[in-house]
């Protein structure tokens, strides 16, 4: 047991450091204000240290003769007053300057965490689970500012104190007064600090269940109508509340060992208490201190564990912060896969020409997707990509998009390799439309506008008319202000297609792709479609991902891809000529069987 104590403390340690000085920036940004209100901390103590020394002085003063009880005691009683008033004002004055320091920090990391998240790879967001991610962020961004609400609020105010109180001891008493108020605080600190660390492992505990009971509350929310269609609600509810009994045992193990916190805690201020009042009350009866001395000395006592006792609270909840806080650290910490090199420049479209060059890739080490892929778009021109499921046709579209990286060969524009430019540059020089699309819970003219946030309302309207959208539209009772639901869940998947293409027109890019664009139509919406699709692809160089073969019969060239090859390629027609797997798949498809064949069945 021992050893794993010690083996976890400095890692935990140095991780809380690391925190600290991950904090320290945002401090530094306010750091006018910082200052302010650490002055204010040590004005208000000084002020709150100094109403005990002005009581002692009116009981001392009530104590002697009745000549200067009228004089004496009420400017005194003034004075005690004004003390009460400045310690109050004074820590009024330091929640109010610094309260822009942690909302505003606050507010930084928060962008900070979206922005990371942002940067982050593909790869990252499709193994991610939403709702414990969520959840994680929310306690992190949240912690922040109860961090820094404890260090300013409550550690600084009860060490200036301590400091204080200790130096009345020093300088006006017997020493055994400092020795027994700075043993009882070493004692109480030590003490407090170990059964916190002990007890972290509970909140650990409590956070990891708190994450994982979300994330499966959130997942069985998001896929509502699968868990409808196999009447799996009791299933759904089954796993969160296993989760949520993780969450409760630990909870309730952490509320326990509470209790012997507290215990001890109490244990080492009564003793403290006890044997500083002994020793004052000796001092009284052996004429070497006044009953003001007493008065100041428990006044004094009751001012140092008062603070100190909530220290131990204090301290427990900022390791529940750095606990809330470390798995936002670890999101911090997760670095992008896909990275603009250091020397990186804007990409520069004049043509439009694209050139996959020998490309091979595979998501995991063990399972290549595409094999030697070598083929070009010429400028203005039309190619397709057509084969069975699995035969990576979509993985070409993020290989382009740079949502990874080719393992070897290279895709290039206009002879530019694009991992030589700005992500951002060639994402602003290619327009998409996705055979899943997913829209923001916002309204049709947003998911529109999305594409170019300072386009017109006229260049929305144009764009949706392009698709063939608009009079859709225009029929619902709200129009354009019309909300679409989660991912876009009150529209059909048709009308969720032509919303994705009337973005993709009005981001109007100079290279265009278009994966499955149409599968979610019915035959006659599709050649509606298609008519538009041609026009605004007219000019642009254009990658179309297909299934139907109907759409991409107007295409430049046609490639044929199976088991990540491209085993044909030619157009439409020269490919029926070859009487191979395309001339099998549109004879498929013109009887209506929508099962493209492989290569490695009879063709």
């Not at 961090?147 to 400091?163: A, D, G, H, Q």
């Not at 490639?559 to 029926?576: C, T, W």
Request: proline share 3%; with cysteine.
């Amino acid at each position: 047991m021992q050893y794993g104590h010690h083996t976890t403390m400095p890692s935990e340690s140095r991780d809380d450091i690391q925190t600290l000085k991950f904090l320290t920036p945002y401090l530094w940004d306010y750091r006018s204000r910082t200052g302010a209100a650490l002055a204010f901390v040590l004005f208000a103590k000084i002020a709150n240290v100094g109403i005990p020394v002005l009581l002692k002085d009116i009981v001392d003063q009530l104590n002697t003769t009745t000549q200067t009880i009228l004089v004496l005691p009420l400017s005194l009683l003034a004075g005690y007053g004004l003390l009460r008033l400045a310690s109050t004002l004074f820590n009024e004055l330091r929640d109010t300057v610094f309260a822009s320091v942690r909302y505003g920090a606050m507010r930084k990391i928060s962008t900070k965490v979206l922005q990371h998240l942002h940067k982050l790879s593909l790869r990252y967001h499709l193994e991610r689970k939403t709702g414990g991610l969520s959840r994680d962020i929310q306690r992190g961004t949240s912690s922040v500012g109860s961090l820094l609400n404890y260090m300013v609020f409550s550690i600084l105010p009860t060490l200036t104190e301590i400091v204080l109180i200790g130096g009345v001891f020093l300088f006006q008493y017997d020493i055994w007064f400092t020795i027994i108020a700075l043993a009882c605080v070493v004692a109480y600190i030590f003490f407090t600090f170990s059964i916190t660390q002990w007890r972290m492992q509970y909140r650990t505990a409590m956070n990891i269940a708190d994450t994982q009971s979300n994330s499966l509350a959130i997942d069985s929310l998001i896929n509502y109508e699968t868990v409808k269609y196999f009447n799996n609600e009791a299933y759904e509810l089954k796993r969160y509340d296993a989760s949520l009994q993780d969450w409760e045992k630990a909870s309730v193990q952490s509320q326990t060992s509470l209790a012997a916190l507290n215990i001890g805690q109490g244990f080492i201020i009564s003793v403290g208490v006890t044997l500083i009042m002994l020793l004052a009350s000796r001092g009284v009866v052996n004429k070497t201190m006044t009953i003001g001395d007493l008065v100041l000395v428990n006044t004094l006592l009751l001012q140092l564990f008062i603070p100190l006792n909530f220290l131990g609270v204090v301290y427990s909840q900022l390791k529940h912060a750095l606990s809330d806080m470390d798995s936002m650290f670890k999101l911090l910490g997760e670095t992008p896969e896909i990275q603009d090199a250091p020397d990186a420049v804007t990409l520069a479209v004049t043509t439009g020409c694209i050139r996959f060059e020998k490309v091979q890739f595979g998501y995991q080490a063990n399972r290549q997707i595409l094999f030697n892929v070598d083929f070009e778009i010429p400028a203005g021109k039309k190619v397709a990509v057509v084969g069975p499921s699995g035969s990576g046709k979509s993985t070409l579209a993020r290989l382009l998009f740079r949502f990874y990286d080719v393992e070897s060969g290279s895709i290039q524009i206009d002879g530019q390799d694009i991992r030589t430019v700005t992500q951002n540059s060639l994402r602003n020089a290619i327009g998409t439309v996705p055979q899943d699309t997913v829209l923001f819970n916002e309204t049709i003219y947003h998911n529109i506008q999305y594409a170019n946030p300072n386009a017109s309302r006229g260049d929305v309207v144009r764009a949706a008319k392009l698709a063939h959208i608009d009079h859709f539209i225009q029929s619902l009772p709200d129009g354009y202000d019309s909300l679409v639901g989660e991912r876009g869940l009150k529209l059909s998947g048709g009308e969720k297609q032509r919303i994705a293409i009337a973005r993709a027109m009005l981001k109007n890019p100079r290279i265009l792709i278009f994966d499955e664009a149409t599968s979610s139509l019915d035959s006659q919406s599709e050649q509606v479609i298609l008519s538009a699709l041609q026009e605004v692809s007219q000019n642009h160089s254009t990658l179309v991902i297909a299934h139907r073969l109907s759409t991409i019969v107007d295409a430049d060239q046609i490639l044929v891809m199976d088991k990540g090859q491209i085993r044909e390629r030619g157009n439409h027609s020269e490919l029926l000529q070859q009487g191979g797997l395309y001339a099998t798949l549109w004879e498929m498809q013109k009887k209506g069987s929508n099962e493209p064949p492989s290569a490695d069945k009879p063709i």
